[in-house]
C-alpha cells in the first residue's frame, strides 16, 4: 500500500527530533519489567487507557499498599556507634582514642535490621513524585500519605542512587517487590525528552534521542512479549544470527559485522518474523526528488533472513518487517523477494495510547 499522510495529531504531541512523541509513555509502559509481572499489571494491557501516569500511580499506590499489609523487605546494614551497652564488635582502637570508657562507652560496629533499603527508599521517593504530578486530588493525597506512612516506618527520603540500585537483587524470597519497584523505577521516566520547553532540562538532546531509539525497540518487544506470548507465540530480543561461512581467509572471521535482530516472533503454527525497529523515518528521497525506501535498512533484514537459509524450516519462509514510527506519511506495504516476504510499516506515535496499542497489535499479527 502506497504511502497515505498521517493523523494530524502533532500538534498536541510535540517532537523527539522529527518524530511525534504524543504517547511515549505508553511505550514506557510496554518496555519496563511491567510485561513480566501478572496480577494487577495486566490491567495495561487489557484496556485503552489515555491517563497513563494516573494508572501507573494508582497501581503504585496498590502494591505499595499490599506490601505494608504483608510487612515491607527489610535487609541488614553495616553501622558504627558509639553506645552505653556491647553490640556487636568493638573497635579497641576508636573506643581508646575516643577515651569513651571513662564516660561509660564503648565504640561498637554491628549489622542493623533495617526498612530503610536503597528498594524502599526508591519507592518512598517515587510516591512523593508521582504525587506531585498527577492531577487527581485523591490519588494524589492518597500517594502522599502512603509516602509518610513508609517515613514513618523509618524508610529514609531521597531517590537512591543508580549504582546502589544496581546492588539490590531482588531474589524468590522477596519477589512480590518485583512490580512495586517497577512501578516506580517507572514513575522517575516521566520526564519525555521532547522540543516543548519543560520544567527539566537535558544537556544533550542527541543524547536522549538515542534513548528514545532504544526505548521503541524494547517497547515493540515488550508488546509483544505482552500481547503475544498468552497467545502461544515465542518472543525473543536480540537474537545473534552466524554467518554460514564455509572457509575464510586467516584473521577474517575477527572483522566480519555481528548480525543482530531487534526481535524474533514465531507462531504457534511455526512461522517465523524478524522484527528491525528503527527510530526514524521509514522513507528518504533520491536524487530525483522522489520518497523511497532506506537502502541500508532495506539490505540489512535482506541479510538476516538470506544468510539463515538452510538451517532450519522456521528460516526457510521466514518473513521480514522493517517497522518505524511515521513521521508525516504512514505505510503498509509488502513483497516476496526470493522466497521471503519483507514487510515495511509504521505506527503512529502521535495517536491516542489506545491507538498506539491497536495499530502495533494489528501490525504484529498481520
Known amino acids: 500500500m502506497l504511502a497515505q499522510p498521517a493523523a494530524q495529531t502533532i500538534a498536541e504531541a510535540g517532537y523527539v527530533g522529527r518524530i511525534p512523541v504524543r504517547n511515549l509513555w505508553l511505550l514506557m509502559l510496554y518496555a519496563s519489567d511491567l510485561t513480566r509481572s501478572g496480577g494487577p499489571a495486566n490491567v495495561l494491557f487489557e484496556n485503552d487507557v489515555e491517563d497513563l501516569p494516573g494508572l501507573v500511580a494508582r497501581l503504585l499506590a496498590d502494591a505499595v499498599e499490599r506490601r505494608l499489609r504483608q510487612n515491607m523487605t527489610r535487609s541488614y546494614r553495616h553501622r558504627e556507634q558509639a553506645l552505653s551497652r556491647v553490640r556487636g564488635r568493638i573497635d579497641l582502637l576508636e573506643t581508646e582514642s575516643r577515651q569513651l570508657l571513662s564516660k561509660g562507652m ?3 560496629r554491628f549489622e ?18 508521582v504525587g506531585r504530578l498527577v492531577d487527581a486530588p485523591a490519588l494524589s493525597h492518597r500517594c502522599k500519605t502512603l509516602a509518610a506512612d513508609l517515613a514513618r516506618l523509618g524508610v529514609g527520603g531521597g531517590r537512591p542512587s543508580r549504582v546502589k540500585m544496581a546492588a539490590e537483587q531482588i531474589g524468590r524470597n522477596d519477589a512480590a517487590d518485583r512490580l512495586m519497584v517497577s512501578l516506580a523505577r517507572l514513575v522517575f521516566e516521566l520526564a519525555l525528552p521532547t522540543e516543548i520547553a519543560g520544567p527539566r532540562p537535558f544537556l544533550d538532546p542527541s543524547r536522549e534521542e538515542a534513548w528514545v531509539r532504544r526505548l521503541f525497540e524494547k517497547a515493540v518487544f515488550g508488546m509483544a512479549r505482552a500481547e503475544l506470548e498468552p497467545l502461544g507465540w515465542r518472543v525473543r530480543g536480540g537474537l545473534s544470527l552466524a554467518w554460514q561461512v564455509s572457509s575464510a581467509s586467516e584473521g577474517l572471521a575477527a572483522i566480519l559485522p555481528r548480525m543482530v535482530t531487534d526481535i524474533v516472533l514465531d507462531t504457534p503454527g511455526g512461522n517465523r518474523l524478524v522484527i528491525d525497529t528503527k527510530f526514524t523515518s521509514i522513507l528518504t528521497s533520491n536524487r530525483f526528488g522522489s520518497d ?5 535498512y532495506l539490505y540489512q533484514l535482506y541479510a538476516y533472513l538470506r544468510s539463515q537459509e538452510g538451517l532450519d524450516k522456521c528460516w526457510e519462509g521466514a518473513s521480514g518487517l522493517l517497522l518505524h514510527p511515521a513521521v508525516g506519511a504512514s505505510l503498509r506495504a509488502e513483497a516476496m523477494i526470493q522466497g521471503h516476504t519483507l514487510r515495511f510499516a509504521t505506527v503512529d506515535l502521535g495517536e491516542a495510547a489506545g491507538n498506539i496499542r491497536s495499530e502495533l497489535k494489528s501490525i504484529l499479527l498481520s
Not at 112 to 124: A, F, H, I, Q
Not at 292 to 296: A, D, P
Open 106 to 108: 564503648v565504640f561498637c
Open 112 to 129: 542493623e535490621l533495617t526498612t530503610d533499603t536503597p528498594r524502599n527508599r526508591l519507592v518512598r521517593a517515587a510516591l512523593d513524585f
Open 292 to 296: 523511497t525506501l532506506k537502502s541500508g
